[in-house]
């Protein structure tokens, strides 16, 4: 079952894990240029957790897709950069859409005016995305950056966030194997939980 949830700053090891499982042509989509190992390692350690809000797609134990939000400036500031990614064979299956959604929600609730990102100009994907969220593209210096100005929060709004932050956490608990005790042998502990059929890798 693939849950969507929020992510802490002690889950950096899945998100080091999901970013290094990137191809390297969508990890040059996802930071611009190309980054190789160590450099995701240098990005996740110098990520500072209090300023970026995360959403991760977890397919059982695995992050299968990211967007973070990073707030730019001061703790006042009511602009942030939004960054996204989907491991391969994830892709073209709307996760990548449910993800953005999920962070402009976020940016919403915590009062953001403006949701920018940047992209290189091929990235056709998540210029698609930011369309259907009524963002604005321009060309930048040989770059593409969109914009994205959040609705108002409201009552409802909150409660939508933490309503989908309830059913995730239930969707968690539930999606978790059963603790088998240790004294059992191997060949009597559950068999790992199937893929969602609504969100299969694709063959
Ligand atoms: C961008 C990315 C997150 C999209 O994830 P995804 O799960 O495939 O996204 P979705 O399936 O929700 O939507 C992709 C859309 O792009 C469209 N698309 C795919 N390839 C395309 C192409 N070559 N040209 C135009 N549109 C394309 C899809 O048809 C889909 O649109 P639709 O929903 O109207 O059919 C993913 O491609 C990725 O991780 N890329 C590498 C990192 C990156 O580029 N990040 C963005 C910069 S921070």
């Known amino acids: 079952m693939l849950v969507i949830r929020k992510l802490s700053a002690c889950e950096a090891g899945d998100l080091r894990d999901h970013l290094r499982r990137l191809s390297a042509a969508d990890r040059r989509l996802r930071f611009g240029h190309g980054v190789k ?33 990073h707030r730019c400036g001061p703790w006042w500031a009511m602009t942030a950069e939004l960054s996204v990614s989907v491991e391969g064979r994830y892709q073209n299956q709307g996760l990548g859409t449910r993800l953005v959604a999920q962070a402009l929600l976020v940016a919403r609730n915590r009062g953001f005016r403006t949701v920018y990102l940047l992209c290189l100009p091929e990235n056709r994907p998540i210029q698609r995305i930011v369309r259907k969220f009524a963002g604005e593209i321009t060309a930048v210096e040989g770059d593409i950056e969109a914009r ?28 978790q194997e059963p603790e088998v005790a240790n004294d059992r042998p191997a060949q009597h502990r559950a068999e790992p939980t199937k893929a969602s059929p609504r969100l299969r890798p694709a063959a």
Request: proline letters at 5%; a negative charge; one cysteine or more.
């Open 37 to 69: 190992a160590a450099g995701v390692e240098r990005y996740v350690d110098a990520r500072d957790w209090a300023r970026t809000w995360t959403v991760g797609a977890f397919d059982g134990p695995h992050l299968r897709g990211v967007v973070e939000l």
């Open 148 to 175: 994205i100005h959040p609705m108002r929060a409201t009552p409802l709004s909150v409660m939508a966030e933490a309503f989908g932050d309830g059913c995730s956490l239930l969707q968690g608990l539930w999606s």
